[in-house]
């Protein structure tokens, strides 16, 4: 099982940093998308759409997704403009940050497919338009978004296994400790600070001062809670369709959604903060 999982991360690594660097944006966002599909199908199973509703799903998300991209209106060149990015991320961010912890804590379940239906869109669609727009700007900020995830996930392992002794959410996801997510956040803020040097090659206009330093480390420390409430998010899906894991697509690591449930709740809050406060690269 090791092994597998292993090669499975290696391969897929490989594949999507190759692509990251050398793929044009549009092209990059049609080889993102069918992973936002493969994800779509996932969420659909999880929320209890069956026959073939799960490919309206996936369809939908599908065809929003390309208009996003194509249809002259959204204007894609080298990212969307400003009011598209903070309208998508904008509303994705906000089920992360104002519904998905309520959720979460009151372990909440509802009957409506077509609410949870459009709700995957949401999250989905939120998350690959933010992978774009990062792209778009520059591969070393999906990097930089991605090792926010890796780092906190990292941390909160190694620092839930040698501390963990409160249970974070012992119903939804027994193995996480508050000491875990407490590693994750001094680990984040780490990262985020020694990240402040390369502010300005990444688009940052303003004065880098205190407060601004201030600004950044509590935004990093959203980032990350909103990070874990988007991994027992998925958890809490998990445990009501009465699976272990979202898919199989990835041998040794279950699904799609089992490696991007973090991704899927901190992109969007990046690519919203890069639209407000880094300036774009001229093509």
Excluded: N
């Excluded at 990093?220 to 199989?248: C, N, P, W, Y």
Aim: proline share 4%.
């Amino acid at each position: 099982m090791l092994r597998t999982r292993v090669v499975t991360a290696l391969v897929a690594v490989s594949v999507v940093g190759a692509a990251l660097f050398m793929l044009p944006p549009r092209i990059w966002g049609l080889a993102m998308l069918v992973v936002a599909a493969g994800g779509a199908h996932e969420w659909a199973l999880l929320v209890g759409l069956r026959g073939r509703t799960p490919l309206l799903l996936v369809a939908g998300t599908v065809l929003v997704a390309l208009a996003l991209l194509f249809a002259p209106s959204f204007e894609f060149a080298r990212g969307w403009p400003e009011g598209i990015v903070l309208a998508v991320c904008g509303g994705a961010a906000l089920f992360w940050i104002a519904i998905a912890p309520l959720w979460v804590i009151r372990r909440w379940r509802t009957s409506s497919r077509l609410l949870m239906a459009c709700l995957g869109a949401l999250v989905l669609v939120g998350a690959w338009l933010a992978l774009v727009e990062l792209q778009a700007r520059s591969p070393w900020l999906v990097l930089a978004a991605f090792a926010v995830v890796w780092i906190a996930d990292t941390a909160a392992y190694f620092a839930g296994h040698a501390f963990g002794r409160s249970k974070l959410a012992s119903q939804v996801s027994p193995g996480k400790t508050w000491e875990g997510a407490y590693g994750a956040l001094i680990a984040v803020v780490a990262y985020s600070l020694l990240l402040v040097p390369f502010a300005r090659a990444a688009g940052f206009s303003s004065p880098i001062d205190a407060w601004t330093i201030a600004a950044w480390i509590a935004f990093a420390a959203v980032v990350t809670a909103v990070s874990i409430v988007g991994d027992l998010f998925e958890s809490l899906l998990k445990r009501q369709a009465g699976v272990k894991d979202s898919g199989h697509l990835l041998p040794g690591h279950g699904g799609i959604l089992d490696r991007l449930d973090a991704q899927l709740a901190a992109l969007p809050f990046l690519a919203v903060a890069a639209q407000l406060f880094l300036m774009k690269a001229h093509a």
